[in-house]
Every structure is written in structure tokens, then in C-alpha cells.
């Protein structure tokens, strides 16, 4: 019996592939994994090509820390470099259900603080959730003027 984890809307969605699945609970997400995520980001109008790898805890009670390691490349070959801190929120319904916030925090590099939005689907007792990031805003770290214009990442996460 698989039972299927998908982040929706910056949060987690659970789908059980079978009838007879026990009812899903904030544990249903919980420990370490390692994650990588590559896309494109949008940004003040500039296109790069991005990508991340990071470590993320869940601590099976709402709650999530990590960091990361961000790059991208624009069109004409500019580089930038950035380590973040992750912090979110999640909550999850026993039909599977479930919502999530992750807010970005750059320790270094020129990365803006950045909220993120993301969905996707893995399977929890196989212990991988992918996850495809639909939106995204900076607008705190701008003074309310949002600069990204889309962020598309798809990421995986692996349970340690």
C-alpha cells in the first residue's frame, strides 16, 4: 500500500492510493532529509537558470528548519551564489490533506529573503516527496515590490 505526500501551495498534501490507509498526522512528516531542486527563476525581469541543495528536519509536529545552498545563471553568464536558512510551517489533515509556509533567509550571497509556494507528490513510506514550486514573493526584503516574476523549481526530497 503506497501513501502519496504532495506539497501544494507552499504546503503538503497527502493522497492515499488505498481505502484501508491509516488517517495521516503531523508525524506522518518527520526527520531529516536531503533535497535538490533545479528551474528557472524570473527575477526583475531577468531569466536564470537555477538550481539548490539543501537539508531539511521536519519535526512531526508543524514545524521545519533546513538550509541551502541556491545558484543560478542569467542569459548572458552571470553567477550568483547563496546560502539560505528555511524556516516553515505545516500542518497536515487526515485524509491527507495539508498546508505549509516556507520563508527563505540568505546568510550570504545577494539572494533577496524570499516566501515560496510549491506542490508536487512522493510516497511517504518510501520515504521521497517531489515537489514542483509554483510561486514566490520577496516583496518584505523589497519594500513591498515583489521583483520575482516566476519561480518554477522541481525538487526531491529524500528522507535520511
Do not use: W
Not at 508525524?27 to 541543495?53: H, L, M, Q
Not at 507528490?121 to 518584505?140: H, L, P, W
Amino acid at each position: 500500500m503506497k501513501k502519496f505526500c504532495a506539497i501544494v501551495s507552499g504546503g503538503c498534501s497527502l493522497l492515499v492510493a488505498s481505502a484501508a490507509s491509516a488517517a495521516f498526522t503531523l508525524a506522518s512528516i518527520r526527520g531529516p532529509y536531503i533535497f535538490d531542486a533545479a528551474g528557472t527563476e524570473v527575477y526583475a525581469g531577468d531569466r536564470f537558470d537555477v538550481s539548490g541543495i539543501g537539508l531539511v528536519t521536519f519535526d512531526g509536529k508543524g514545524d521545519y528548519t533546513g538550509e541551502e545552498t541556491f545558484t543560478g545563471t542569467d542569459g548572458e553568464g552571470t553567477t550568483f551564489v547563496c546560502s539560505l536558512s528555511l524556516t516553515g510551517r505545516y500542518q497536515v489533515n487526515p485524509d491527507g490533506t495539508g498546508t505549509a509556509t516556507t520563508d527563505f533567509t540568505t546568510t550570504s550571497g545577494i539572494c533577496p529573503n524570499t516566501t515560496v509556494t510549491f506542490s508536487g507528490v512522493g510516497t511517504r513510506d518510501e520515504t521521497d516527496i517531489e515537489s514542483v514550486t509554483t510561486g514566490a514573493t520577496d516583496a518584505a526584503a523589497n519594500g513591498g515590490a515583489n521583483n520575482i516574476n516566476a519561480l518554477v523549481l522541481h525538487t526531491r526530497f529524500i528522507k535520511q
